[in-house]
């Protein structure tokens, strides 16, 4: 990698201000990890999210061979509907705009061109597609994706029991974590009974839930919190995923550092 800060180091929070501005004059990427904390069963930590955003960030990061940082993980989102089973911290949709918002335009304010919001959690994802609107017309171009998306295809494919869907501390998110850091799964506390468990689904008419968007009442589809089967998850599952999304996240990376810089706005008076 082109080192953007001292032997290497791509955590914004860890170079010094000189670093920073070094690694901005290379054109680097940043990556803005965003996730939650809230409630992933009985059996997972609750930043799962925001933990696993993070890990592929840094990941992606240290393997690419031109700049790129990695900011802070903002670890809260839009959580509301999980709120009921404990545990969980929970920002309004429009406060997490908000916070994404004035870091990506002082990300821009330090020199930077581009930024990648990396996110963990299904329940950020209006958010993102608001934060990049916002900053349209700012010389920040922001693009978002979920994490997941980078392993689309191979969660089709190896998913034994969940469908290839990302769930909810089902078999993909808890093969994520005994593939990170299995001290942090309690096995003995996964739920056992198939009839506990459902994949998600929209409390809406099958023949309506593709043409509208309605949050989860995940109290009402899942008793114990988990959609998916939990005691389907393989670390070595988790480790693929990993790996392919951190691999396809370079490639995503290289193409947004290769994007031409934005363009003042036709009218504005600039030359």
Known sequence: MTEPGI???????????????????????VIQPIGTIEQHGAHLPLDTDSFTAEAIALRAAGAASFPVLVTPTVWWGVSEYWMEFGGTLALRPEVLVDLLAEIAASIGRNGFRRL??????????AAMHAVAVRLLRSDVRVLGLNYWSLARHLLLEKSVTDQGIIGHAGEVETSLQLALRPDLVRRDLMPRDPTETSLPRSVLPPEWAELAVMPPDPTAESPTGVYGVATSARAEFGAEIIEVATTRLVELLRIVREMPPRQPPSGSGQG
């Open 116 to 125: 990648l919001l990396l996110n963990g959690h299904a329940g950020n994802t």
């Open 7 to 29: 032997d290497g180091e791509v955590r914004w929070q860890a170079l010094r201000r000189q670093d920073v501005r070094v690694a901005a004059a290379r054109n680097a990427v």
